[in-house]
Structures are given as structure tokens and as C-alpha cells.
């Protein structure tokens, strides 16, 4: 399985863009990777995906090197209500067989 | 559209007894799948059904039964609850295999078993 690694926590301030980095050595080929967010008592929710270079989308963007032993989420002007936890989900090129890290708990002071 | 539907959303349980949680998704997905996700940590799969009438092993099976009913619906069967099960349970769906589409989750039930 593709294992990932996250920092466990990050603070930041209203307004701030925050960049989380994942890595995730042992990545496929054909594997993708994907970022949900999650708040308390949910189930997590996506947030963007991508296979290669950059993807931006209307709440974030994702930068994958060339490499793609790692990727950051950047998450910009985050206000108050981005506090929650952040999971990159990395493949492992088999159905169902993908591994979700610990997650990075993002806390967005005033 | 309600999307991914768990029930129950509670449950406690004494040691040794059984009982099975509930997911249905009207989103005509083929695939679902059913993690649990420990107090601070990251969610780990149980089993998923990549199609109606398949279904697989996951990170963490043991003490666990599934049964994919039709295309909407996956029931997780607890045969004799344990204290280490106590823990959330999200099912999830997507219509294409996960590393590669969207997982839409449920809103999870919460099972203590004592």
C-alpha cells in the first residue's frame, strides 16, 4: 500500500494561505491523489484531485513534482470555518486498496 | 438527493452481541466501501465492493462480515462485538475505482461496545 505522511498539525491566522504537504514515496504509476477535508462528527469530503504538475480548483490547489513522491495542498485566504482535519489519499492501483493517512489538523486562528 | 445514508447513527453494544450497520447510496455508484476511524486518527478500510455482487478485504477485516444486497446498498455485520470495535464507521461510494474518483461519505454511526 501506498503509505503517506502528513505533518499532524498546522495553525495559521484568517487570511493566510497555508501549504500541507503529503508524501508519499512508494506511489504508483497509475496512482492519483486526492484531498479530503473533515469535520468533526462528518465524513470526509473531497476537496481536489490531481496525477501530475498543477490543479487548481475553486477552494484549492494542488502541486505534485515531477517526481511524485509527494504533493502540497494550498489552501488560500483561509478563514475561521477551514479548521478541520486534511487527508491525502494516495492508490496503490488496486480497487479499494487505498490507504488514508493520520490527517493534518488545520486550526485557522483570528 | 441524500446522497450516502447510514443508519444507525448510535449504538451501544455489550461484548459477544452482533448486530449490522446499514448504507445505502442513491447516487447509482458502483462501488462502496466501509471504513472506521479511531478517536485522532486516520480512516482505515474494512472491506469494499468494487461492483454489485464482489466484494474484498480491506486494511482491517478481521471480526467484520459484509454483504453488498444489491447496487444501493453494503451492510457491515459485527458477529461478536468487541471492545476494540468501538469506534466510528463511515461507508463510502464513487463510481470508479477510489485512487482515481471521488469518495462521497456518509455522516458515520458510532458504536461503544462495552
Redesign the interface.
Known sequence: ?AKTTQPISMDSYEGQEVNITCSHNNIAT???I?W?QQFP??????II?GYKTKVTNEVASLFIPADRKSSTLSLPRVSLSDTAVY?C?????N?????????TTLTVKP | NAG?TQTPKFQVLKTGQSMTLQCAQDMNHN?M?W?RQDP??????IY???SEGTT?K??VPNGYNVSRLNKREFSLRLESAAPSQTSVY?C?SSDR????G???????SRLTVL
Do not use: C, H, I, W
Not at chain 1, 489519499?89 to 492501483?93: A, E, F, R, S, W
Open positions: 500500500l497509475n496512482d492519483y486526492t479530503y462528527s462528518q465524513g470526509p469530503r473531497f484531485q487527508y489519499l494516495v492508490g496503490d492501483g480497487a479499494g486498496k487505498s490507504t488514508f493517512g493520520d490527517g | 450516502v462501488s466501501y471504513y485522532g486518527m486516520g480512516l482505515r478500510l469494499y465492493s468494487a474484498d480491506g486494511e463511515f463510502a475505482a477510489v485512487q482515481v471521488e469518495l462521497f461519505f456518509g455522516e458515520g
